[in-house]
């Protein structure tokens, strides 16, 4: 018996009577063996999602069920490489067949004449157990890939260890299981609907530090956490990504790409190509894996990249890596589910979207975390997901943008009115939201200064405080201020100014360190505070905002950091002039 097909609906198809047939196995179809995975199983009816165009494929084809469920190959080779949805490299397949994928090709996502150096870590007669360290490569200049015991293996003894140049399949380490003899090779296989194990997870309680100051100070991630960014187009979503990318302490970076409108998609595949490591020089290609679905792949193929990409992240931080996955757009994942579910008539929820999305999105944000790796070492990785949504029209009641942010714990309100006002990034502060603060603070409180979660705090109230007075001002003016809420209006210019606006673009202020962001902060604070009690008593408020203090602290934030004492220098010449206004009166 084979199967056929008996109907089909774009990247929808309906078979029968495929032998074994089970859910979310991966099937070929048709003569040109387009790739699909089984997503709907009744009686003898099969529904797969193909991730390849289905034009000219009719009813009465053959299909044939590999028995496997969608997997990735993990292993050497994955760091700088650029795969579609399915893990097929984009760049061998343009050599080969030009441009576009072509359909039904099938392409290792691992090189398997490539030979890689691997050094032992462990010698025969060792006892090893699920996620030790089995050996290394060096897998680019910035990646040690780490060789580890499959989870699948509980424990064994090594009995035998190949130090040398290996290929991706060839054995490395022969171990002896309570089930037999076990030869294994760099190259692993898992499917990507499956988290990977760990050992246990750990609290959210350390930061992962972007150099960027409105994120950083005020809407902080945690390693292992999870943030969404709505990009309303010229948003400065882009530069939000690639400054994340470069900077964030992350070892390892994971982009995928859902295809966006247009060509921004391949605009991705030329951009971060030519993005350097800033810490190394180096491309950031070296410490990073692409997915991206080309404007030709079907919309099904967006979701399995979603899978793809976090299962590679996963993997890597099992070696005890910290991992940042960048998501995209997730609308365009929804998007995909919303076509997929339409085809197979089910109940459709709000705005066309499955039910299930918000389930299907918690599944995926789930995989993030900070944890303590399987394995006897205690290793600790992490996997932070930012996912960027589009909402159309940017209007952030949409299902898709609600759904997220019933699960994520960061919101980055990229704002459009303040693009064109030209305030980078373009966060809107009074949108934003982080629920790790208070987890982060005792962190914070210890590396960076013990007033620094105040001093957040505090700036913060000043911001809405602005806010309220705006009102003010439009309704009735100015001079319905009194001046002790003039200096209000001018320490929250000044930390727009001189603190939240960051040019990605300017040698110095492109990074920030914590140290320096804490220093910047209480510099714009301990003005406000001194100038209040001049204020108070009886200084007029112009004088005090022209010292030129004033203008120093302007250009704080282009204070390098080697030279941070500069900034407790000018912390002392607020006193002083500030005092000296005082005395003046
Ligand atoms: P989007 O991806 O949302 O369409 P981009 O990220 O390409 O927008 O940003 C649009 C433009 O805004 C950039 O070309 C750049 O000139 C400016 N811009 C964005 N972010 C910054 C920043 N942090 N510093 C300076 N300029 C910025």
Redesign the pocket.
Known sequence: MKGRVVKVAGPLVVAEDIPGARMYDVVRVGERGLIGEIIELRGRRASIQVYEETSGLGPGEVVISTGRPLSVELGPGLMSSIYDGIQRPLDVIAAMAGEYVTRGIELPGLDRERRWEFVPAVEPGQTVKAGDLLGTVEETPLVEHRVLVPPDVPEGTVEEVRAGAATVEQTVAVLKTPTGRREVAMLQRWPVRRPRPVGRKLPPVVPLTTG?RVIDTFFPIAKGGTACIP?????????????LSKWADADIIVFIGCGERGN?MTDVLLEFPELKDPRSGRPLMERTVLVANTSNMPVAAREASIYTGITIAEYYRDMGYDVALMADSTSRWAEALREISGRLEEMPGEEGYPAYLGSRAAEFYERSGRVVCLGSSAREGSLSIVGAVSPPGGDLSEPVTQATLRIVKVFWG?D?RL?QR?H???INWLLSYSLYTSRLDPYYAEQAGPDFPENRTRAMAIMQEEAELEEIVRLVGVDALSPRQRLTLETAKSIREDFL??????EVD?YCSMAKQHRLLRLILAFHDQALRALEAGAPLEALLELPVREKIARARYTPEEELERLDALAAEVATQVGQARART
């Open positions: 960027q990009g309303p187009f010229g948003s400065g979503k882009t530069v939000v990504q690639h400054q921004e990229l459009d693009a030209k980078f990034p373009a606006y960051q040019s990605a673009f300017h492109t």
